[in-house]
């Protein structure tokens, strides 16, 4: 049997696993992946590898005992196994008062995010992609390092109350950082895409070669406040901390940025700037998602910020449930809206400000206002006068993203862009941000 | 088959989608089954033998072959409910050659004579490929073959032993006893590993190893609702090399510190600490606001550990300081030029800090590395001066050495091994000093407890750490605790602002259960040592924001 099955193979694999089911609820979830992946450094190949997974993990109930057990093989005397391991688990398990019961069927629409065009890429395509990132830095005397991953797979889940989903998709991203060989320049790209025929390895490099040369001989600034364009991957490794607190649950409970005085949540109120706009949508065609999330739960079209406004906050079944709400999925994919500028426009309207291309090491420092802390990394650049005048030293920075959304001053297109914190991709324009509040300086490079 | 999986903690909205998680190798199976024993010795040794004659015989000049069965037992709880109860087991076999002087490597959970000969030749023929765009070879330092050999983390409890309803009771007492005490919330979880390997090599070593780990910890939250406040405080334990014993809580094993805090050395009284952390969890709802400016830090073992592993473990990697990590996590400022000058002042003459992996009960401890090499203590930094990094075997030759330092790790079988932080830990001062008398000599400072918020830059220069506790001193003495407090320095400064280290009564280790590195990414747990330390005039920020 192949690692990745079609919707009918793993329909009945599925149907079979269940017919072993002897638990008052029983649900199966389906998976399997092939990686591949080249890893560069020194201008050199340093390794490469492939990695196969598959795997089936059945859930048995009885009553609100619920026991998990996984398996990745898939013959009859395995899955029989696995779905008694599962029973035997749930009987020794405590009962689960947050356990809320299985769905019924559930009507998906049709998301695509699987093409064969990345599917189909083998370790020669994969060398051929970094030897032409290699052969521009080895050519202009740069040092890279770097990493292509590309990944195909799908999921389905079935349930003993009729239920049943499938979605295959492929990935791959792609990240460089080009040095220059005395250590004074560094520059970094990130590309992640859903079909592999839109990465272009040579266009990438020459935007890390670009940056690494144009960062050379960088000048300390004065850390304070400065306005600053932050290009989207610098700004999504902030904004994802925005998505991640999205929870009804802790809101409620009163400890997290969403929560609010007096026990209530900021639900319904304007949080950030008119202009920004937060929603997920499976059918986006640049960055397609499962139309399903883990419980089953139907994805649809849904805002979460709409013109600085919280519109929505995840519900699991089970605080639904308490709360006597509609219940609402994480999302599986985040888009935010963007506006018209081009990142020279914004260049071009700054009298004095900093472009940042990268931001590095986030970490939370307070919970309460979502305050972050991190670094600028592999090209930073002073503006003044409409144009970038020299490179800068990296900069340390303590900001909320909340607060950084209130002091927008004007939002470029939005693009796919990966997350070098948690290696999700998202859709974020580039953004002009004033009055950014960067604390220390760091001689890194 | 390979897997990888991902628990999502608890809380964290719409992260379910995201990274912020804790890695699960293997299949989800029962707790009785992970008791079950290993497959014996003989047995792997045969199938080791198999693969090395393989590899051989299709022109491999270096094998090692490591099988590996790899448990995993986590348990979450909050408040009254078990969330999650999670034991894992992952079996295999990784094989690693060297062909036409490049690595090759290549994994199967097929561990029978026959996946163990395909997978070998598959090893071969990437390194064969692999050659064709390598400019220079492979140097393995030597390694003589140390034969037949076991090791095993000396253990008093198996930890994979003690039944699960004992360990849901305790973690169900430290629940109810920290909402007792004031907690709004709280959340407590227990990981344990145990990795059972197995390491053949075409030097001649055939080592069996049993790796024994514990990590007890919890967050407990205090809410204010009316207010819209909420505060939290982690445990103050380590996890450990250790079995269950680490859990007994003996008196024998804790420090007494100022204002009524405990340390724990070897020995964690999980109970006592929620009941301490509920307290003081509400106790920074009110807690003052520091004043930005210059302190003396007084930094306990269980915050400077962190501080230690960001800012002189990571900089002593030698694959960082060669650029091999430069597109991820970085490379380092401590170059192999500051290095050979022999005068590189990394701190003040009192910093002696020592790379080890043979220290009792702590997580990097093992007998023999990744690729078989017998494990040692030698320095980094003596006596203030930048001395030696930390390296594997195709490493040390650049360090002009003829010998590993026995670096190498991988979390799986599956994972190819690389150079892993061991244990860097300061070593204690050689004169008698408590951390009452080292407050004593404090006109104005804060006394840090606790792993907080951290962030270094890739180089490793300029880091700001938050912490758990924050005590203000002044003139010698607590005055009073403190909220919005994080320290930023630059790693070079800060080191050469060490003034005092307390004696070795007050040492401790800290740990880290999952540090990250590599693409793809592998996890690794490592310890750091350390005593109550002090820095002076160390820069302190106030994060405190209004929205």
New interface residues.
Partial sequence: MSVILTESEAKTLLEKVLKYSKADECEVNLSGEI?G?I?Y??N??????A?????L?VQSAFGKKVG??????FDDASLEKVVR?SE??AQ???E???YVGLLGPQTYIKSNGYFDSTASVS?DTR?EAV?KSLKLSREQKL?A???L?DQKGYSAMMNSKGLFAFYKSTNVNF???V?TED?TGSGYVAKGYSDVNKLDTAAATKIAMQKSLGSKGARALEPGKYTVILEPTAAVVLL?NI?????A??AD?????F?????KTKLGEKIVDERVTFFSDPMHPELPAASWS?DGLPQEKMMWIEKGVVKN??YSRYWAKEKGVKPIP???N?IMTGGTATLEEMIKSTQRGILVTKL??????????L?Q???T?DGTFYIEDGKIKYPIK?F?F?E?P??MLNNLEMLGKTERVV?T????NYMVPPMKIREFTF??????? | ?????FIQLS??????????SIPVLG????ADHLLEPAADVAFKKRMADIALNATKSRGATYTDVRIGRYLQQYLFTREN??QN?VNAESYGVGIRVIANGT?G?SAT?DVTPEGIAKCAETAVA?AK??SK????PVILAPQKGVGEVSWKTPIQKNAFEVP?QEK?DLLMKVNSEAMKNGA??VTSNLFLVNEQKYFASSDGSYIDQEVHRIWPTFTV?A????????K?RDAISSPMGMGYEYLDGLASEKIAAPNGLVGYRNSYDMVEDAIMAAKQAKEKMTAKSVMAGKYDLILDPNHLGLTIHESVGHPTELDRV???????A??S?ATLDKWKTKAFNYGSKQVNIVADKTQPHTLGTVGYDDEGVPCKEWDLIKDGILVNYQATRDQVNILGENASHGCCYADNW?S?QFQRMPNVSLRPGKEKLSVFDMIKGVEKGIYIIGRG??????????F?F?GQLFYEIKNGEIVGMLD?V?Y?S?TQEFWNSCAQICDKDDYRTFGSFFDGKG??SQVSAVSHGSSTTRFNGV?V?N?????
């Fill in positions: 990686r992946n890893r450094a020194r050199e190949v340093s390794t490469s590898g990695l196969t997974n598959q795997n993990s998990v057990a996984t398996i990745d093989e391991r035997e688990l020794l398990a405590p689960n008062p947050e370790p060398a030897s040092v390092a770097g990493f991953e990240s460089l950082t040095r250590g994802e998505y991640y607190d999205m929870d649950r802790s409970e009163g400890r997290s940025f929560s609010k005085p007096g026990g883990g906050l995840s994480s999302p599986n985040m590095w090491y986030i970490r939370s420092v307070d919970p309460q206002t305050l802390t991190g670094l990394r990296n340390r303590n909320s909340i607060i997350s914190e948690s290696n999700q604390s220390s300086l760091s001689d890194a490079v | 088959m390979n897997r990888r999986d809380g964290m909205g719409l992260g379910a989608m995201m990274g912020s299949n989800i199976v029962t409910k078990v109860i690595w490597f959970s990437i490929a692999n765009i390598q400019k220079e699960v849901i709004g919330f939250t809410v204010d609702k009316a207010a819209g406040k909420f939290t060669l650029g091999y990590e430069a597109n991820y970085g490379t400022f599956n190819v918020s951290y962030s270094i830059d890739q180089q490793r220069y300029n700001q938050g919005d994080a930023q630059n693409q793809p820069n920020i994060t405190g924001r209004k929205i």
